[in-house]
């Protein structure tokens, strides 16, 4: 059974960081590509890093130079450094492959706020 469990979320004020979790299992972690997707309220679900097997990287505009994503496959893990952050960055956040999507976890909510 796949999981994915988002951690790491929190409040911060604006220019803070965090560092987000994703602990997946259920599945063979290391032959797939993962991404950060996140949802604010009322907003449709956008997409923010991806990471290939290779290690490759991808970002959003929104957030490129910012956001550094990264993965441990020993650990089953990928992460999503967050410096800078601003109120825009208010949302729910998750974790998961992109293309074939399993079914999401319950995220880890990122609130930027002064």
């Known amino acids: 059974q796949v999981q994915l469990v988002e951690s790491g979320g929190g409040l911060v004020q604006p220019g803070g960081s965090l560092r987000l979790s994703c602990a997946a299992s259920g599945f063979p972690f290391s032959s797939y590509w993962m991404y950060w997707v996140r949802q604010a309220p009322g907003k449709q679900r956008e997409r923010v890093a991806t990471i290939t097997t290779g290690g490759s990287t991808n970002y959003a505009d929104s957030v490129k130079g910012r956001f550094t994503i990264s993965r441990d496959n020993a650990k089953n893990t990928v992460y999503l450094q967050m410096n800078s952050l601003q109120p825009e960055d208010t949302a729910v956040y998750y974790c998961?492959?992109?293309?074939?999507?399993?079914?999401w976890g319950q995220g880890t909510q990122v609130t930027v706020s002064s």
């Open positions: 998961n492959r992109p293309f074939i999507p399993f079914d």
